[in-house]
């Protein structure tokens, strides 16, 4: 059963517009939340965080949004470029344990 | 170097030979974390270690597959008896965990294809 869950397997969005990547999971323990892009035959690089006891972060063109009790956090790309086209993916964890990742969307911008 | 550094960086097989995956974490960091991203998939959890505690091994698919971490810091991931379904990229990530933050540094991954 998969506690992090990401429904969109693709994405597309015009150059200059929002993208807004959504994420849901199940285990209510998960405290910490964490937004990863992946270029091909490359790592996943670090994007952005957001702990349980805030709803809203914010760096530069990305913000990641929690609701806690709807157990759904999404991230806003604003506003979106070519070069953000890549896998992204969302991983959860509680405090102490290991990182539970979602199965990854993939975001095209289009020029 | 600065980063994570995994090798090898690719690495073909014939079915049944053992492999051996090495990751090098970023220094001073007290948490590493193996995963694997098969073709198409998301990132499966595979061994977490954090510092000096016993490693959380529920991600490991099987007892063919096994880790340890030298001294705190290099690791080591063995495949052995190597089978198709193991082809994949396995991706090594290091955290300096501070209370509940610390996010995770992946390497580039090694990619192992078993023929």
């Known amino acids: 059963d998969q506690q992090v869950k990401q429904n969109s397997p693709s994405l597309s969005v015009q150059e200059g517009r929002i993208s807004i990547l959504n994420c849901d999971y199940t285990?209510?323990?998960?405290?910490?939340f964490l937004w990863y892009k992946k270029y091909p035959a490359e790592g996943p690089t670090f994007l952005i965080s957001?702990?349980?006891?805030?709803d809203k972060n914010e760096d530069g063109r990305f913000t990641v949004f929690l609701n806690k009790s709807a157990k759904h956090l999404s991230l806003h790309i604003v506003p979106s470029q070519p070069g953000d086209s890549a896998v992204y993916f969302c991983?959860?964890?509680?405090?102490?344990?290991?990182?539970?990742f979602g199965p990854g969307t993939r975001l095209s911008v289009l020029p | 170097g600065a980063g994570v550094s995994q090798s090898p960086s690719n690495k073909v097989t014939e079915k049944g030979k053992d492999v051996e995956l090495r990751c090098d974490p970023i220094?001073?960091?007290?948490?590493l974390y193996w995963y694997r991203q098969s073709l198409g998939q998301g990132l499966e959890f595979l061994i977490y270690?954090?510092?000096?505690?016993?490693?959380?091994k529920s991600g490991l698919p099987s007892d063919r597959f096994s880790a340890e971490r030298t001294g705190g810091s290099v690791s080591t991931l063995t495949i052995q008896r190597t089978q198709q379904e193991d082809s994949a990229v396995y991706l090594c990530?290091?955290?300096?965990?501070?209370?509940?933050?610390?996010?995770?540094?992946f390497g580039e991954g090694s990619r192992l294809t078993v023929l």
């Open positions: 957001i702990s349980s006891i805030k």
């Open positions: 990530a290091s955290s300096f965990d501070r209370g509940n933050t610390g996010e995770l540094f």
């Open positions: 285990n209510s323990m998960f405290d910490y």
């Open positions: 991983a959860a964890r509680v405090y102490g344990q290991n990182f539970v």
């Open positions: 270690f954090q510092g000096n505690s016993a490693p959380d």
């Open positions: 220094s001073g960091h007290t948490a």
